[in-house]
Structure formats: structure tokens, C-alpha cells
């Protein structure tokens, strides 16, 4: 499937807008199922319509951006959705991915890739079956000829190599794998000696803006394709209120943040 769509020059440049249950956190801490849906659009839209000429691709998510991104008539962007509820089932400890939309609905959404997030623990009992959902995902997402972007995070002190290993020992070879920072430049080059031509990019998770950048450097030093970067670039944004304080924000912090992690990747990659 042709990922390729996604990048510029070769190299992911991606926005992650896709949160749901930690947005609305980040909307209002006290009361978080208690959101204005309106204003929650209005939040992704702006960010959208911001860094849209950036970027080139975007991850957002059906219930707050799918519609703000319809409602930016200028972002021609090619765009994934997830297949995933937000959150996750916790089985005594362990976390099972729940699916909520087929490829086809997600094509039929106007996307052109699908997004899977699975949590991973190697050593659970449910690591199998995380396996086998990425699996069915992969063949559903290829079924409707749309790429998949297997997210895996990773906990209970699991190696990202071992992950990543553990998927492609059951050929669940997705066309793009977005991962955590391995852990360093020698996990870089082990994840790239495994995927070969499969590309894969970085995801922020929320972390320090300035620690990605340092993880990201690494990391492309060392074959990762790019990002898909989210809260890291914007969080701060969300439970701003002032218009002016707002407008500031997406000018003069986020804008330069995302064009600071793009030279990073152009740098590196060139």
C-alpha cells in the first residue's frame, strides 16, 4: 500500500490531532466527559488551519477532528484515522486494544490511511492477541487499499526492539510502524536492521518538546522516516482561553516548534 502519499521527499512530517480521552483531560482536568463538543472543534480546527502549508499529513481523530479538519477548506492534506477506541481494556493489569471502525468506514470517512494503536507488554497473556488484532487490522486496512500505521506503546519495561520483533516473527509487517524512541542511537539501527524498507517514524507521547528534539536527531541519524507529532508541539495550547494569548501561542510557539522538528528530519535525511 503506498504510504508514500504522506511525506515530502521521502519523509514524514506528520501532526498527530487524533486524542480523544486525553484532550478532553487537557479541556477540562475536573470534569473530563463534561466538554462544549463546539469548542473542542473549534481548538483542533485552529491548530489545523495553523500548520496545514507544514505539514504533510495529518492523524486526527472522528469525533473533534474529522469535523474541524471538513471545516478547513484550505488543508488539502492527505489524512489517517484510527481503527481504535480511545483508551484501552484493562485485564488485570493488562491492556487489550478495543476496534471501533472497520477499513471500510474509514475509507468511506474520506481517509487514506487507518491508524492502529496497540498497547504492548511482551511478556502478558494478552500479547498474543494484541498481535492478532494488528494482524486482522493490517488485512482489513490492505482489503480496502489503504495503508496501515501501527502505533505501539509499549509498558511493563518491554524493549521497543522486542516489540517490533515480536510483530514482523508474526508477519504483521505494517507500512509504516510508529514507535516510541527506542532507547538510543544502538536501538535505532537495530529497529532500521529489521525493518529494512519499512519505514518507521516517531511519536511524541507528550513528552518534553525539547526531549523529543533530542530523541528525534537520534533517531533519524540513525534511519527513523520522521514523526507524527503531537501534544509535544501543542499541548499547551488547549486549555488557553485569552484569543490573544491563544493567536501568540500558535504563532510564535508552535509554529516555530514544528518547523524547528522538521529541520531536524531535512537535516538528517538529506
Given at each position: 500500500?503506498?504510504?508514500?502519499?504522506?511525506?515530502?521527499?521521502?519523509?514524514?512530517?506528520?501532526?498527530?490531532?487524533?486524542?480523544?480521552?486525553?484532550?478532553?483531560?487537557?479541556?477540562?482536568?475536573?470534569?473530563?466527559?463534561?466538554?462544549?463538543?463546539?469548542?473542542?472543534i473549534?481548538?483542533?480546527?485552529?491548530?489545523?488551519k495553523?500548520?496545514?502549508?507544514?505539514?504533510?499529513?495529518?492523524?486526527?481523530?472522528?469525533?473533534?477532528?474529522?469535523?474541524?479538519?471538513?471545516?478547513?477548506?484550505?488543508?488539502?492534506?492527505?489524512?489517517?484515522?484510527?481503527?481504535?477506541?480511545?483508551?484501552?481494556?484493562?485485564?488485570?493489569?493488562d491492556?487489550?486494544?478495543?476496534?471501533?471502525?472497520?477499513?471500510?468506514?474509514?475509507?468511506?470517512?474520506?481517509?487514506?490511511?487507518v491508524?492502529?494503536?496497540?498497547?504492548?507488554?511482551?511478556?502478558?497473556?494478552?500479547s498474543?492477541?494484541?498481535?492478532?488484532?494488528?494482524?486482522?487490522v493490517?488485512?482489513?486496512?490492505?482489503?480496502?487499499?489503504?495503508?496501515?500505521?501501527?502505533?505501539?506503546?509499549?509498558?511493563?519495561?518491554?524493549?521497543?526492539?522486542?516489540?517490533?520483533?515480536?510483530?514482523?516473527?508474526?508477519?504483521?509487517?505494517?507500512?509504516?510502524?510508529?514507535?516510541?524512541?527506542?532507547?538510543?542511537?544502538?536501538?535505532?539501527?537495530q529497529?532500521?536492521?529489521?525493518?529494512?524498507?519499512?519505514?518507521?517514524?516517531?511519536?511524541?507521547?507528550?513528552?518534553?518538546?525539547?526531549?523529543?528534539?533530542?530523541?528525534?536527531?537520534?533517531?533519524?541519524?540513525?534511519?527513523?522516516?520522521?514523526?507524527?507529532?503531537?501534544?509535544?508541539?501543542?499541548?499547551?495550547?488547549?486549555?488557553?482561553?485569552?484569543?490573544?494569548?491563544?493567536?501568540?501561542?500558535?504563532?510564535?510557539?508552535?509554529i516555530?516548534?514544528?518547523?524547528?522538528?522538521?529541520?531536524?528530519?531535512?537535516?538528517?535525511?538529506?
Amino acid at each position: 500500500m503506498n504510504s508514500k502519499i504522506f511525506t515530502e521527499k521521502d519523509s514524514y512530517l506528520m501532526l498527530a490531532l487524533d486524542q480523544r480521552g486525553s484532550f478532553r483531560r487537557m479541556l477540562n482536568p475536573q470534569d473530563p466527559e463534561n466538554i462544549n463538543l463546539q469548542e473542542a472543534i473549534k481548538i483542533k480546527k485552529e491548530i489545523i488551519k495553523t500548520s496545514h502549508d507544514i505539514f504533510s499529513g495529518i492523524l486526527i481523530d472522528q469525533d473533534y477532528g474529522l469535523p474541524a479538519y471538513q471545516s478547513c477548506e484550505e488543508c488539502q492534506k492527505p489524512y489517517l484515522l484510527p481503527a481504535e477506541d480511545t483508551g484501552y481494556k484493562d485485564l488485570d493489569g493488562d491492556r487489550i486494544t478495543k476496534i471501533k471502525y472497520s477499513a471500510e468506514e474509514i475509507k468511506d470517512m474520506g481517509a487514506d490511511g487507518v491508524k492502529l494503536l496497540i498497547y504492548f507488554d511482551s511478556k502478558a497473556d494478552t500479547s498474543h492477541e494484541q498481535i492478532k488484532t494488528a494482524k486482522k487490522v493490517l488485512e482489513d486496512a490492505h482489503s480496502q487499499n489503504l495503508p496501515l500505521f501501527l502505533e505501539i506503546i509499549t509498558y511493563n519495561n518491554t524493549p521497543v526492539p522486542k516489540a517490533v520483533s515480536m510483530f514482523l516473527e508474526k508477519n504483521v509487517r505494517p507500512d509504516v510502524f510508529k514507535i516510541e524512541f527506542p532507547g538510543g542511537s544502538g536501538e535505532c539501527q537495530q529497529i532500521q536492521e529489521m525493518l529494512g524498507t519499512t519505514p518507521w517514524i516517531l511519536l511524541t507521547a507528550g513528552i518534553n518538546f525539547e526531549s523529543f528534539c533530542e530523541k528525534l536527531d537520534i533517531a533519524t541519524k540513525n534511519g527513523c522516516g520522521g514523526f507524527l507529532a503531537g501534544r509535544s508541539l501543542w499541548q499547551e495550547y488547549v486549555p488557553l482561553k485569552n484569543p490573544e494569548e491563544k493567536n501568540e501561542f500558535l504563532q510564535n510557539v508552535f509554529i516555530p516548534r514544528f518547523n524547528k522538528v522538521i529541520n531536524i528530519v531535512k537535516n538528517n535525511r538529506s
